[in-house]
């Protein structure tokens, strides 16, 4: 039996590296920014909120409710007025920039840019530790415990691969081999509404959202607009994640993919096997490629068959997504970049931010500022905590392992 503070310990550990080589805090912000805003647990899962303001209204050519809608953000911000005026051109039949909802394509990126992105790393990372130390229905195999510990050793010592950052991504994969994509998603679910956000207090996963980012998407959806997640992050995690949350309908989420076959398949080409009717599909090998960087325009192309007009993303991966919509050819395109510069409620990396803000300029895209144009982050209740100052706890894992 592992012990149960393993997993604590494990994303304490974590942080402490985030805080030493990523983060930058005691700038100051605005005044407003002094005290960490809000949110109830009702508030930060905004699943129902999402369901309630999804519905498509009729092309009318009138915005919908958008001060309603766009509670959070300061209407006086260079983003709000680029976003609101650009869907008041396209929903208005007399603009010569009309489209009908049918084109009016728009991709998002998820983790940084409507979700939590590293508190201490990204949510599928932090869901395989869970997984493989603390979930009480798992007894994962020591390899499985060891990889874990090699890559988070390798983190914090900032000697991390990208051939070690993928095989970290793999242990998703290896950990369900056998198993259905549903076992996944039931648990992946599972662990958002029982498991606190680490470096954070009042939030579960299950309400790590930006709060102004649910908004807009809210504000899209209600003039219109087709709304897709285009994401790194493994397709049934992000689909399980996205779907009960923020209302994306699974067919809107393209991300990463597992290998699949059939339960009986072996390693019998699909082409040579066929699925009988009391076989399911299931998980059967490691990612077949990441969707990150060009391999999203690639996959929005194979499977959207339209370019954006709008994309939203908050990091070099998702930069080509920017880039695609913004030169769209058929109709003006934006791309939006959310910047992490907020280290009063969030841990905002201000070096990070002031080159990016450099490189939006440089491609025409808008950027969208945490601290600026935000009145909150993740809605009331919700405080920004320190997170631990020493690695020393994850010298034990193994000698704690081997105490269970």
Request: with cysteine; hydrophobic share 35%; aromatic share 10%.
């Amino acid at each position: 039996m592992v012990r149960e503070s393993f997993a604590k310990r494990l994303m304490g550990s974590l942080a402490a590296l985030a805080v030493g080589i990523s983060l930058i805090a005691g700038c100051a912000q605005p005044a407003q920014q002094g005290t960490a805003p809000a949110a109830t647990e009702t508030e930060a899962e905004p699943a129902a909120e999402a369901e309630a303001t999804t519905d498509a209204t009729e092309a009318t050519g009138e915005v919908t409710d958008t001060r309603d809608i766009l509670a959070s953000w300061d209407p006086e911000c260079e983003a709000y007025k680029r976003l609101t005026s650009f869907v008041e051109s396209v929903v208005d039949p007399t603009s010569d920039q009309y489209l009908p909802p049918e084109e009016r394509i728009v991709t998002t990126d998820m983790d940084g840019t409507f979700i939590h992105e590293k508190p201490p790393v990204y949510l599928d990372r932090t869901f395989a530790i869970w997984h493989v130390f603390d979930d009480p229905t798992y007894d994962a195999p020591e390899d499985l415990k060891e990889r874990v510990i090699a890559g988070v050793d390798s983190y914090f010592k900032g000697t991390l691969t990208p051939e070690g950052e993928f095989d970290f991504n793999n242990i998703i994969a290896d950990a369900y081999k056998g198993r259905t994509p549903e076992e996944l998603m039931s648990d992946m679910l599972r662990y958002t509404e029982e498991v606190d956000v680490v470096g954070f207090s009042g939030m579960k996963y299950s309400g790590s959202f930006y709060k102004p980012m649910l908004e807009v998407i809210d504000y899209l959806r209600a003039n219109d607009f087709d709304v897709w997640v285009v994401s790194a992050t493994e397709r049934f995690l992000a689909r399980a994640f996205t779907g009960k949350y923020a209302g994306f309908a699974p067919d809107h989420v393209i991300a990463s993919d597992f290998f699949i076959h059939g339960e009986d398949q072996d390693t019998e080409d699909g082409l040579d096997y066929t699925l009988q009717q009391d076989e399911d599909l299931v998980i059967s090998g490691r990612e077949i490629s990441e969707n990150g960087k060009t391999n999203k325009c690639i996959s929005i192309l194979n499977q959207i068959g339209r370019r954006p007009i709008l994309a939203f993303g908050n990091s070099s991966g998702d930069y080509a997504m920017l880039n695609y919509a913004t030169s769209n050819p058929d109709h003006e395109g934006i791309g939006f970049l959310v910047l992490c510069d907020d280290t009063v409620r969030e841990y905002g990396d201000l070096d990070r931010a002031t080159k990016q803000e450099k490189e939006a300029e440089d491609n025409g895209w808008v950027t969208i500022s945490m601290a600026k144009d935000w009145s909150t982050i993740y809605g009331e209740g919700v405080e920004k905590t320190e997170y631990p100052t020493s690695i020393e706890d994850i010298q034990a894992f193994a000698a704690l392992d081997e105490a269970a």
